[in-house]
């Protein structure tokens, strides 16, 4: 095991991100390994809350026009201050509303279906809250039965080739994960964006797996829309306000949802009661953004900036990679299964390990300072995350499961709630 203190501890010491440790509060957890679920708070994110907060106190209403942080632009500028994270230009990216109101927005004004092709693939694995708005989507159309799922052989994983074989003429849109939010695995967007478009047919992502952990290439991959949350890997905070991209091919499409902030901003506030569309990606908003939700990803983007996305993939992935490596060695003997893909081509941010007693060994995880988070039946998701998590960290975190294993702690919980028995 000293050989595997010995490798993190190299690796910290050759860790170019290993100062931006010190910019957030690890609250009561000794290792946080649940920044796939929530990011941690940062001093940059509550400094420019605490901006923001002192805009309101000094200008006023004057705040939506004044100062360095104007709130009537604050959408477009966190939006632009993501684009680099997703491959994209400033115009087609921005801050607002949620990821399930995203969805709607985006796919009930990019959404053509006609009587031969109006059916809508997703997948079989996908996060409840994008079936439910596209099964509603659906019924509104009357397309109640339009919804085709593409399966999964293992429950974990889904197949490239099995997507596209789906991709039939009755398929008017697709919406698929970047990142499957249970197994952490990755699809293939560029492909899948081609394969779509050959057929004539709208894709796009939900990217809130990805989003601050794996670079993309949105625009030069062509895909059409996509969508994500905030308070995940971006460290925004909780209900953080969702980001939005959309190929400016589509900008002249009328949006679905209107409301007076997707108005041309130089005509906003001459009243109107005819909709004057936004030319840019500010079309997509619909009501006052919600300035507090907003100003903690001021500070919070600027190490992504100042990192780099691809040194945050680079580390990410040598991250779980040395975590996967130190279970397959030192919890060989105890039938934890590595359900994430192995390849770091098919890896995003966080592993999945299934046991029977899951449950219990999430409970004896947070008991003893390490907070991961629980999946039903039967499965632990772990996030190192390369902002604010170390190799040591990831260390400790393994020895701290071993320990668990071998005593068998996790008998002390209820394995069906993870609480004590």
């Known amino acids: 095991m000293n050989q595997w203190l010995e490798k993190a501890r190299r690796k910290d010491e050759r860790d170019a991100l290993a100062k931006y440790k010190e910019e957030f509060y690890l609250g009561d957890a000794v290792y946080y390994m649940d920044g796939n679920s929530l990011g941690l708070m940062s001093r940059r994110s509550e400094q420019s809350m605490l901006d923001v907060m002192a805009d309101w106190k000094n200008h006023g209403i004057d705040g939506w026009t004044r100062g360095e942080r104007p709130w009537f632009y604050m959408s477009e500028r966190i939006g632009a201050m993501m684009a680099d994270l997703v491959g994209a230009e400033s115009q087609e990216v921005l801050a607002t509303s949620s990821t399930t109101m995203n969805i709607h927005q985006t796919i009930r004004s990019l959404y053509r279906p006609t009587d031969e092709r109006y059916r809508i693939l997703v997948d079989d694995l996908n996060f409840p809250s994008d079936i439910y708005a596209v099964q509603s989507i659906l019924e509104d159309y009357g397309y109640g039965d339009g919804m085709v799922k593409v399966p999964s052989d293992?429950?974990?994983?889904?197949?490239?080739?099995?997507?596209?074989?789906?991709?039939?003429?009755?398929?008017?849109?697709?919406?698929?994960?970047?990142?499957?939010?249970?197994?952490?695995?990755?699809?293939?967007?560029?492909?899948?964006?081609?394969?779509?478009?050959?057929?004539?047919?709208?894709?796009?992502?939900?990217?809130?797996?990805?989003?601050?952990?794996?670079?993309?290439?949105?625009?030069?991959?062509?895909?059409?829309?996509?969508?994500?949350?905030?308070?995940?890997?971006?460290?925004?905070?909780?209900?953080?306000?969702?980001?939005?991209?959309?190929?400016?091919?589509?900008?002249?499409?009328?949006?679905?949802?209107?409301?007076?902030?997707?108005?041309?901003?130089?005509?906003?506030?001459?009243?109107k009661h005819t909709f004057d569309q936004a030319s840019d990606i500010s079309q997509y908003q619909v009501g006052t953004p919600h300035i507090f939700s907003m100003a903690p990803l001021l500070g919070a983007l600027e190490m992504f900036d100042e990192a780099g996305i691809g040194n945050i993939r680079q580390k990410s992935l040598e991250l779980t990679g040395f975590m996967i490596g130190m279970i397959e060695d030192v919890l060989k003997d105890h039938d934890i299964d590595i359900v994430t893909p192995k390849s770091h081509d098919a890896r995003g941010g966080h592993i999945l390990i299934g046991h029977p007693q899951a449950a219990g060994i999430n409970a004896a995880l947070k008991s003893k300072g390490v907070i991961p988070d629980f999946r039903a039946p039967s499965y632990v998701r772990i996030a190192p995350v390369a902002l604010y998590n170390s190799f040591e960290d990831v260390h400790h975190t393994v020895m701290i499961l071993k320990e668990i294993m071998d005593d068998r702690l996790y008998e002390q919980f209820d394995n069906k709630r993870g609480v004590i028995a």
Request: overall charge negative; proline content about 3%.
């Open 154 to 271: 293992d429950g974990h994983l889904l197949a490239t080739d099995r997507i596209i074989d789906m991709m039939d003429e009755s398929i008017a849109l697709i919406l698929l994960p970047s990142v499957l939010y249970r197994s952490g695995q990755v699809l293939e967007m560029e492909k899948l964006t081609r394969k779509a478009h050959e057929k004539g047919i709208v894709i796009g992502f939900d990217l809130c797996h990805s989003i601050g952990s794996v670079p993309h290439q949105l625009k030069a991959w062509d895909v059409d829309f996509a969508v994500w949350c905030t308070y995940k890997h971006l460290n925004g905070g909780p209900g953080s306000v969702a980001g939005l991209y959309v190929n400016e091919k589509h900008h002249h499409h009328p949006v679905s949802l209107k409301g007076w902030f997707g108005n041309n901003k130089e005509t906003q506030f001459d009243m």
